[in-house]
């Protein structure tokens, strides 16, 4: 009897010890695999694993004012909504579209952002790009240079218009000038008018006096 009783309480024991053995060795898996699933948390994916930008030479045109093109790629495995400023577009895998924004901004600006958002907003962050302080300058010099002629050429008097006011004013002078020399010739001939009549007057009764003087005699 006491032999069987030890062999029972050694195979129970061996029993027991196997399901230890067993239960830890689960225990074990179970431990590892949490681990790897919460280190694939932390590492997300980023936006340059997601989406390829690139930007274009940005163009100076009058008064600050910009206009730049930018290009914006999915280069991930699946669909992703995306909105630039207020353009918006479900780009497909390998897909891509043109964005051109073109805005006026501070002629004192040395820096111009543009604000990309996608998927529910897990994609959100500024495009920066630097601008010329020259050639935004050169803008509002152009336009100045510009408007200088036109000044000017306010400001001179129109000689022309002169010229042709003094052409104009010329004959109606020369009419009173002529006016008042031919009455004055008028004048002088009524007067040699009047003179050579009364000559004339006084030379008829000498006339009439030499048939008296001959009667006379």
Not at 7 to 33: D, E, H, P, R
Not at 134 to 158: C, F, G, M, Y
């Amino acid at each position: 009897m006491n032999k069987k009783h030890y062999f029972k309480l050694i195979q129970f024991t061996i029993l027991i010890y196997c399901l230890f053995f067993i239960v830890g060795k689960a225990n074990t898996y179970a431990w590892f695999t949490s681990e790897i699933k919460a280190s694939g948390k932390i590492t997300n994916a980023t936006t340059k694993d997601l989406l390829s930008i690139s930007k274009k030479e940005v163009s100076y045109l009058k008064n600050c004012e910009i206009s730049q093109v930018i290009s914006i790629k999915n280069i991930s495995n699946m669909e992703i909504p995306v909105q630039l400023e207020n353009e918006q577009k479900i780009l497909s895998p390998g897909e891509s579209f043109l964005a051109k924004i073109n805005q006026a901004v501070s002629c004192e600006k040395t820096e111009v952002s543009y604000h990309l958002t996608g998927l529910k907003n897990y994609i959100d962050e500024m495009i920066h790009e630097p601008l010329d302080q020259k050639k935004l300058l050169a803008t509002v010099e152009k336009k100045e240079e510009q408007n200088k002629p036109i000044e000017k050429s306010k400001d001179k008097p129109n000689v022309n218009a002169e010229a042709k006011d003094h052409t104009e004013d010329l004959p109606g002078d020369k009419t009173k000038e002529d006016s008042q020399a031919d009455s004055g010739k008028n004048v002088q001939d009524n007067v040699e008018v009047k003179k050579h009549s009364s000559d004339s007057n006084t030379n008829e009764p000498d006339e009439d006096e030499e048939p008296k003087d001959s009667k006379e005699q």
